[in-house]
């Protein structure tokens, strides 16, 4: 199943770059930028990676993310997951970035995205891979400075393919974003949003309704609600699941109380991705593997999956029939 899963052609489509860097990355970085760590190395720094909850997570992954600083920083940040997911078979990536992280120490809008980009069009040139970037607002801050980012991104708007919503999800309401996520659709940008991974179903219609999100990343507690059920398995609108992340920060209590098998069975259309696998345990396959072994998929469930995440893409529609045209092929020809 293992060499199955490595060569499998798939789409990773939620996947925070910040949350990619590994702590020799970090040390190396902390190093060069002359940035105190709390750590006192790479090990200590691991060892504290035991999360109660998203916010426990959440505090650590902002605090390791401050040592990004350069142009270099962030190309070099994503050509390494690039490699990563290039090694993992993944075809086509949907990257999140979370440029607040960065603005609010002073570093430039740009300076983060002409990173980005640069490593984007090496792994386009270098790999063969597709790229997008989606611009992630943090939610844990005031919707005025959604909007601010949202404008200073305005004139890199054509290396963004879509706007979503992250950050703590608890008592910040998909609600809150309706201005900033209007202004986005108007300014031609697609739709997704973090909502139900600790939030109630409620946000999940409010991501729906009231952002236009054609996307919902996580989503896994939809299941509280039938009626909410219903319209994502109507309406086929994708759920991002995470299942390394999920158990991690003890949305689930282990992998096999995932409740995956019940999205598949409500006939959702379900992916499966890595979040933010330098801090969850593993990659892309790490998490296909985790769920074949906990769960009991077998290869075609594992391969529906994996077209799942090539429908679910932004990608042009002929671009999602080669890839999947390539699924199929590599199916057949599995032993
Ligand atoms: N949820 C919310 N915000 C995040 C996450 C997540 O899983 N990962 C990085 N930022
Ligand atoms: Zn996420």
């Known amino acids: 199943m293992r060499a199955f899963i490595a060569g499998l052609p ?7 770059i910040e949350g990619t860097l590994e702590p020799e990355l ?45 142009e270099e920083d962030f190309y070099e940040l994503t050509r390494a997951y690039l490699e990563r997911a290039h090694a993992e078979t993944v075809r086509h990536v949907e990257i999140s970035f979370d440029p607040q992280t960065h603005t609010d120490r002073g570093v430039p809008f740009g300076t983060v995205i002409d990173g980005i980009s640069a490593a984007l069009d090496w792994g386009r040139e270098e790999l063969g891979m597709s790229c997008g970037l989606i611009l992630s607002f943090l939610r844990h801050l005031p919707e005025e400075a959604a909007m601010a980012t949202l404008e200073a991104a305005l004139p890199y708007r054509d290396r963004i393919v879509a706007v979503g919503l992250d950050s703590s999800e608890q008592g910040h309401p998909p609600r809150d974003f309706v201005r900033v996520f209007e202004r986005a659709r108007a300014e031609g940008f697609r739709v997704v949003a973090h909502a139900g991974e600790e939030g109630p179903p409620d946000y999940i219609w409010q991501a729906l309704d009231l952002l236009g999100a054609e996307r919902i990343d996580h989503g896994v507690r939809a299941l509280e609600d039938a009626k909410l059920v219903e319209r994502l398995r109507t309406e086929q609108i994708p759920l991002t699941i995470c299942p390394l992340s999920n158990v991690l920060l003890k949305v689930f209590p282990e992998m096999a109380a995932h409740n995956l098998p019940e999205l598949i069975a409500a006939g959702l259309v379900v992916t499966i991705n890595s979040d933010d696998p330098a801090y969850f345990g593993g990659y892309v396959n790490a998490n296909y593997a985790s769920i074949a072994d906990a769960l009991g998929l077998d290869r075609s469930q594992l391969a529906e999956l994996a077209a799942a995440s090539f429908r679910a893409s932004f990608l042009p529609d002929a671009d999602k029939r080669a890839h999947l045209d390539e699924l199929a092929a590599y199916v057949k020809a599995s032993p």
Do not use: P, W
């Open 26 to 70: 970090l040390f190396a970085m902390a190093r060069r930028n002359g940035h105190a760590l709390r750590s006192e190395s790479i090990e200590a720094l691991r060892a504290a990676y035991a999360f109660d909850d998203l916010q426990s997570f959440l505090d650590i992954y902002y605090e390791g993310a401050a040592v990004l600083r350069t």
């Open 10 to 16: 798939k789409a990773e489509l939620h996947l925070h």
